[in-house]
């Protein structure tokens, strides 16, 4: 089974600019939930999707945004960039319905902003 | 939100010893999961435990969750189990990371 897949793996973008970065889950994982993560920070939770629909969202500015198609691959995207948006961002993907389960993780797509 | 505490913040290991890593977490939780990153910035998922102990292999957790508290224990320690261990306890759609335990083991 093939897992969690990211585009593209790396990313440099210029201050101002906008990105979109995606991700496909494993087969049959219909939550697909996105993290930014950076050395001062730590990994920090972006939002989570199901079925196209986002249940949750973490505070980060309304720059960063997402979206979930019919097929469950996800993608996020981040307008106006700034420095401070260099970041490892990950996607994971879960089969999280109205129980609990087991985050899998992409390899990620490290974002540099200059 | 919930608060999550992991010590020691850094580790380091002589190949073949035994460490635990605690995770403090302030808020009573659905699930609990513990995650490896490799230097390589990877996150694998080791543990989903919201209670009870479980064992895989030469690694094993436990989680109290009426006590809010999970330990990982790493058993005979090898290089390949350098890099940051993060703890994850969440409710139905939302996971909060610690900042992790940085571990290197040298051989």
């Known amino acids: 089974k093939a897992g969690v897949t990211q585009t593209p793996r790396y990313l440099i973008k210029t201050r101002g600019q906008q990105v979109t970065l995606s991700c496909s889950p494993i087969s049959g994982h219909r939550s697909v939930s996105w993290y930014q993560q950076t050395p001062g920070q730590g990994l920090q939770f972006l939002f989570e999707y199901f079925s196209e629909t986002q249940r949750n969202k973490g505070n980060f500015p309304g720059r960063f945004s997402g979206r979930q198609f019919s097929n469950s691959r996800s993608e996020m995207n981040v307008s106006t960039l700034e420095l401070g948006d260099s970041a490892l961002y990950l996607c994971?993907?879960?089969?999280?319905?109205?129980?609990?389960?087991?985050?899998?993780f992409g390899n990620g797509t490290r974002l540099t902003v200059t | 939100g919930i608060q999550v505490e992991q010590s020691p913040p850094d580790l380091i290991l002589q190949e073949g010893a035994n460490s635990t890593l605690r995770c403090n977490f302030s808020d009573s939780v659905n699930n609990l999961q513990w995650f490896h990153q490799n230097p390589w910035g990877q996150l694998i998922n080791l543990f989903y435990?919201?209670?009870g102990t479980k064992q895989n292999g030469r690694l094993s957790a436990t989680t109290v969750a009426t006590e809010r508290y999970s330990l990982l224990y790493i058993s005979s320690s090898q290089t390949t189990d350098s890099g940051v261990y993060f703890c994850a306890p969440g409710g139905y759609q939302k996971v909060t990371f610690g900042i992790g335990t940085k571990l290197q083991v040298i051989p």
């Open positions: 994971a993907s879960s089969l999280a319905n109205r129980g609990y389960s087991p985050l899998h």
């Open positions: 435990i919201p209670s």
